[in-house]
């Protein structure tokens, strides 16, 4: 395993990790879903009880009894848990679970600004859950050719990796069992070279070893491709439109067309999959209003999570002199998303901390975001995966990056956990 988590003891088991004053007594818990217990079943759908509140969320994949434990993600039951598992990790979370929703609240009321009346919609709408997903960058090559991004056909410059089936089937085992991770994004450059049989071969790979909510991010690939991998289990999509100006869209994407792209997510939308989208900010040519509009668009495609975030010039694509975006834009975006979107998840990515390393994962949080990727790709890839330069995170041990994000959270009060819906 390429992998190694540094400390490791029984209370980890239990997800925990100890944090520093002001919080020392309490513990920050790594296990990114709260269980739940069955109380009513009809159809494909659960109805699952968190400390007295019930949340929907579709059993697509187990013969489950009411009385029994479950995990779901994404809304989702995506793993059944004995009952006393489930009343250790109940037992460790009651205190805290309370406690945060309290700091949450606190922080969000006398909103003075466009960023903090966006966080108080947030805490509203959405509670203090904070989806916090891994993501395994699996493969750089790319057939596509896009101005912006690092990994395009023609930058000869970086030396190319594809991890091997067995490799990303240990990778997500890795992130399930030891990091905790309920929900994975698997992503890659567009690359044929994953065909049918080892995309479904890796889908069914790791579902047989951990369940999981697994998120393909593979690109522009044929619907008929998605319709297998959803059978085999996969039920998430993540495929940003990027720009829903058509110009810049043709200009930047070389032989590609917006309405095929965006063709493609309805067909994901229509097969099923929890749809992520969104666009760039800071394109060349790109307005205010084009920005409205990509708020509008990734509303208008049934997105349950946005994902969107500032384009960081690469030093080897054509658009290496463009200026990268401020960090205000860009959590201003994230607040005009939000007001207009009050239900919707909202990722702040981690190319926003590439412009402000110390804050940009905070104020995200507080501007109306409610997500987190950590990247969890093995250590010997990880820098290669390089669609933008100065990524956050590169030299550090997955278990610290994890250990700082908890630490974030429960400052802010903010759950590490996704109740669904
Ligand atoms: N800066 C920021 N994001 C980028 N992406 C690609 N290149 C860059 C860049 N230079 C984003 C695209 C793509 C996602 C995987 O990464 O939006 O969809």
């Given at each position: 395993m390429?992998?190694?988590?540094?400390?490791?003891?029984?209370?980890?088991?239990?997800?925990?990790?100890?944090?520093?004053?002001?919080?020392?007594?309490?513990?920050?818990?790594?296990?990114?879903?709260?269980?739940g217990?069955?109380?009513?079943l009809?159809?494909?759908?659960?109805?699952?009880?968190?400390?007295?509140?019930?949340?929907?969320?579709?059993?697509?994949?187990?013969q489950?009894?009411?009385?029994?434990?479950?995990?779901?993600?994404?809304?989702?039951?995506?793993?059944?848990?004995?009952?006393?598992?489930?009343?250790?990790?109940?037992?460790?979370?009651?205190?805290?679970?309370f406690?945060?929703k309290?700091?949450?609240?606190?922080?969000?009321?006398?909103?003075k600004?466009?960023?903090?009346?966006?966080?108080?919609?947030?805490?509203?709408?959405?509670?203090?859950?904070?989806?916090?997903?891994?993501?395994?960058?699996?493969?750089?090559?790319c057939?596509?050719?896009c101005?912006?991004?690092?990994?395009?056909?023609?930058?000869?410059?970086?030396?190319?990796?594809?991890?091997?089936v067995?490799?990303?089937?240990?990778?997500?085992?890795?992130?399930?069992?030891?990091?905790?991770?309920?929900?994975?994004?698997?992503?890659?450059?567009?690359?044929?070279w994953?065909?049918?049989?080892?995309?479904?071969?890796?889908?069914?790979?790791?579902?047989?070893?951990?369940?999981?909510?697994?998120?393909?991010?593979?690109?522009?690939?044929?619907?008929?491709?998605?319709?297998?991998?959803?059978?085999?289990?996969?039920?998430?999509?993540?495929?940003?439109?990027?720009?829903?100006?058509?110009d810049?869209?043709?200009?930047?994407?070389?032989?590609?067309n917006?309405?095929?792209?965006?063709?493609?997510?309805?067909?994901?939308?229509?097969?099923?999959?929890?749809?992520?989208?969104?666009f760039?900010?800071g394109l060349?040519?790109?307005?205010?209003?084009?920005?409205?509009?990509?708020?509008?668009?990734?509303?208008?495609?049934?997105?349950?999570?946005?994902?969107?975030?500032?384009?960081?010039?690469?030093?080897?694509?054509p658009?290496?002199?463009?200026p990268?975006?401020?960090?205000?834009?860009?959590?201003?975006?994230?607040?005009?998303?939000?007001?207009?979107?009050?239900?919707?998840?909202?990722?702040?990515?981690?190319?926003?901390?590439?412009?402000?390393?110390?804050?940009?994962?905070?104020?995200?949080?507080?501007?109306?975001?409610?997500?987190?990727?950590?990247?969890?790709?093995?250590?010997?890839?990880?820098?290669?995966?390089?669609?933008y330069?100065?990524?956050?995170?590169?030299?550090?041990?997955?278990?610290?990056?994890?250990a700082?994000?908890?630490?974030?959270?429960?400052?802010?009060?903010?759950?590490?956990?996704?109740?669904?819906?």
């Open positions: 390429a992998h190694s988590i540094r400390s490791h003891n029984p209370a980890q088991e239990l997800c925990g990790v100890s944090l520093n004053a002001p919080m020392a007594h309490i513990k920050v818990l790594m296990c990114y879903a709260i269980p217990r069955v109380v009513g009809e159809d494909r759908i659960a109805f699952v009880d968190y400390f007295g509140e019930t949340k929907k969320a579709r059993n697509d994949f187990f489950l009894s009411i009385g029994e434990y479950v995990y779901a993600q994404g809304g989702f039951v995506i793993q059944r848990i004995s009952e006393s598992e489930a009343k250790a990790v109940l037992n460790t979370w009651e205190e805290l679970f406690k945060l309290e700091i949450d609240s606190d922080l969000a009321q006398n909103p600004d466009l960023r903090q009346k966006a966080n108080l919609i947030r805490q509203k709408h959405q509670g203090n859950s904070c989806c916090v997903h891994g993501i395994i960058e699996f493969s750089n090559h057939r596509c050719d101005l912006y991004c690092g990994i395009r056909s023609s930058n000869t410059a970086i030396e190319r990796y594809r991890m091997t067995e490799e990303i089937i240990d990778a997500a085992y890795f992130a399930i069992s030891e990091l905790k991770f309920k929900a994975l994004v698997l992503q890659s450059g567009e690359d044929t994953y065909d049918e049989d080892k995309l479904l071969a890796i889908v069914q790979g790791i579902l047989r070893k951990s369940p999981a909510l697994l998120i393909l991010s593979i690109g522009e690939r044929e619907a008929g491709l998605y319709e297998k991998l959803y059978q085999a289990g996969a039920r998430g999509a993540l495929l940003r439109f990027e720009t829903s100006n058509p810049i869209y043709s200009k930047l994407r070389p032989a590609h917006l309405d095929e792209r965006i063709n493609l997510i309805k067909k994901l939308r229509d097969i099923e999959y929890l749809i992520m989208t969104g760039l900010i060349p040519g790109q307005t205010q209003d084009d920005i409205l509009s990509d708020i509008q668009m990734t509303n208008s495609l049934g997105t349950d999570m946005f994902s969107f975030g500032p384009l960081i010039p690469h030093p080897q694509t658009l290496s002199g463009v990268c975006p401020s960090i205000d834009d860009t959590l201003d975006t994230i607040a005009r998303a939000r007001i207009m979107n009050p239900d919707a998840r909202i990722l702040v990515t981690t190319s926003m901390e590439t412009i402000d390393k110390e804050n940009a994962l905070r104020s995200g949080l507080l501007s109306g975001g409610n997500s987190l990727m950590v990247d969890v790709t093995p250590a010997k890839y990880k820098k290669l995966y390089d669609i330069p100065n990524r956050p995170g590169m030299d550090a041990e997955v278990s610290e990056t994890i700082s994000v908890l630490k974030l959270l429960n400052s802010i009060g903010r759950a590490p956990v996704d109740l669904g819906l």
